[in-house]
């Protein structure tokens, strides 16, 4: 199928997610019907530990997120509602601003007693959020942006100009009448065009979600999330005009839809972006490329997690399981891992400790996140470059410090006396060795 360009894949915000498969959510899970801001909210809840709100777009529901949500409940208390009048919330005419959803979402949570959360979103869920974060900033721990432009921020104006978005204005009694009982071929023109393989958007969840959208008032509540567009630019630019955002702000787009322009967007109204963009998918993240999606959101949200209270003295550490060059080190053979705490290849803090033996040499390497080091024992011999012969090296002994920058590529060997060095870092960690680079000259 064709790539939309940066700005052309923002047709697609309009008409967004299905869900792959339909995975049913963990039997964990409860649903709970919310009284929230004059509607009633269809409302999964499940898992423990620091609250995350889970927001879909249109052309699906809250089902989208099974396969996330399962991942996060392990240490989070995740909260995916059905938007206003979508999926299975209760039908209502009016309320489709994006700030009066936001207040929605927040009387979702004053029920569930939670008074802050991460918020993600795709599509329109990705407004309502945006809107979220500007609304109630002190309630937003971090915010997770998917596959929309916002309206009145950054580019939007260039955006409306794409012919690929005549959806935005299509609305009213008349297009309704239209849709009724083909919602099914009206939707397909969203899951097919806007998808970079159009088969990962399967018939179950295609005949899934056609049928919940052919529900009455569904497709009234549709079109009325674009119908609030020219609202939602009014409050947005004012909500931008009064600060930008603080929170830390992911943003992520398909390789074959918005891609890194979804970033450029977010910069326009958050200080702190990171970006992300997903290969071999269109708009419909979640269904074209679920594991690296999840993935990315699982690590952004529980990058700042904190640490388990653990007190090990050295007999217990003595007795813990030893690996080989595990996740965080340079995979030389010979080198034992012990982890002390957390684990480096996930999200997280975590601490090792590394025994390598005598005349063990280690090529330049880097690793993507930051770390601190101290030797415990013996002699290690550690220098900063390219290449073994690039820096000058220190020959660190017991009780010695020094860090290892992301990114940052250093080198390191044993002469005749093994080592046993301490490192601390924040996971996901991993080793990307430079190329050609010799371990010593």
């Known amino acids: 199928m064709k790539t939309l360009s940066s700005f052309a894949f923002f047709?697609?915000?309009?008409?967004?997610?299905?869900?792959?498969?339909i995975q049913s959510y963990p039997s964990s899970f409860r649903i709970q019907e919310i009284r929230a801001n004059g509607t009633t909210v269809h409302v999964r809840v499940g898992g423990t530990g620091p609250a995350?709100?889970?927001?879909?777009?249109f052309a699906d529901t809250g089902d989208?997120?099974?396969?996330?949500?399962?991942?996060?409940?392990?240490?989070?208390?995740?909260?995916?509602?059905?938007?206003?009048?979508?999926?299975?919330?209760a039908v209502t005419e009016r309320g489709f601003e994006k700030m009066n959803q936001a207040k929605d979402i927040a009387d979702v949570l004053d029920t569930l007693h939670i008074a802050t959360a991460g918020i993600v979103g795709h599509d329109i869920g990705n407004m309502?959020?945006?809107?979220?974060?500007?609304?109630?900033?002190?309630?937003?721990?971090?915010?997770?942006?998917?596959?929309?432009?916002?309206?009145g921020v950054g580019p939007w104006d260039d955006i409306l100009k794409s012919p690929l978005l005549w959806h935005f204005r299509f609305g009213g009694v008349d297009m309704e009448r239209l849709v009724a009982g083909r919602e099914r071929i009206y939707l397909d023109r969203f899951w097919n065009d806007f998808a970079a393989d159009p088969s990962k958007f399967d018939e179950a969840s295609r005949v899934h979600y056609?049928?919940?959208?052919?529900?009455?008032?569904?497709?009234?509540?549709?079109?009325?999330?674009?119908a609030a567009f020219d609202r939602d630019v009014i409050d947005?630019?004012?909500?931008?005009?009064?600060?930008?955002?603080?929170?830390?702000?992911?943003?992520?787009?398909?390789d074959h839809s918005l891609g890194s322009t979804m970033a450029y967007i977010m910069r326009f109204a958050a200080d702190n972006v990171r970006e992300v963009v997903i290969k071999d998918s269109g708009h419909w993240l979640m269904e074209e490329q679920p594991e690296a999606t999840v993935s990315v959101i699982v690590d952004f949200l529980s990058a700042d997690s904190s640490i388990n209270s653990r007190a090990l003295g050295v007999a217990e550490i003595g007795a813990l399981a030893r690996s080989g060059a595990g996740v965080g080190t340079s995979g030389v053979g010979g080198i034992q891992t012990i982890v002390l705490s957390g684990d480096p290849a996930k999200a997280g803090p975590y601490a090792i400790e590394l025994k390598i033996p005598a005349h063990t040499h280690i090529?330049?390497?880097?690793?993507?996140?930051?770390?601190?080091?101290?030797?415990?024992?013996?002699?290690?011999?550690?220098?900063?470059?390219?290449?073994?012969?690039?820096?000058?090296?220190?020959v660190l002994t017991q009780g010695a410090f020094y860090t290892e920058p992301a990114n940052a590529p250093h080198f390191a060997f044993t002469g005749d006396q093994p080592a046993t060095v301490f490192i601390t870092g924040t996971g996901p960690s991993d080793t990307h060795f430079q190329k050609n680079a010799p371990s010593r000259p």
């Open 236 to 254: 947005n630019k004012a909500a931008v005009g009064r600060g930008r955002l603080q929170m830390p702000v992911l943003a992520v787009g398909g």
């Open 210 to 226: 056609a049928e919940l959208y052919a529900r009455p008032g569904r497709m009234h509540a549709g079109f009325a999330q674009f």
């Open 128 to 151: 309502v959020a945006f809107a979220f974060a500007e609304r109630y900033p002190e309630r937003t721990t971090k915010l997770v942006m998917m596959e929309a432009p916002v309206p």
């Open 11 to 21: 047709l697609s915000i309009a008409a967004l997610p299905a869900a792959a498969n």
């Open 363 to 394: 090529a330049a390497h880097s690793h993507r996140d930051n770390r601190l080091a101290m030797v415990v024992a013996g002699e290690w011999h550690f220098g900063y470059g390219s290449k073994a012969d690039d820096a000058q090296t220190s």
């Open 52 to 57: 995350v709100v889970l927001l879909h777009g």
């Open 64 to 89: 989208m997120w099974a396969p996330l949500a399962a991942s996060l409940a392990a240490d989070h208390t995740v909260v995916v509602p059905d938007l206003r009048s979508m999926g299975l919330s």
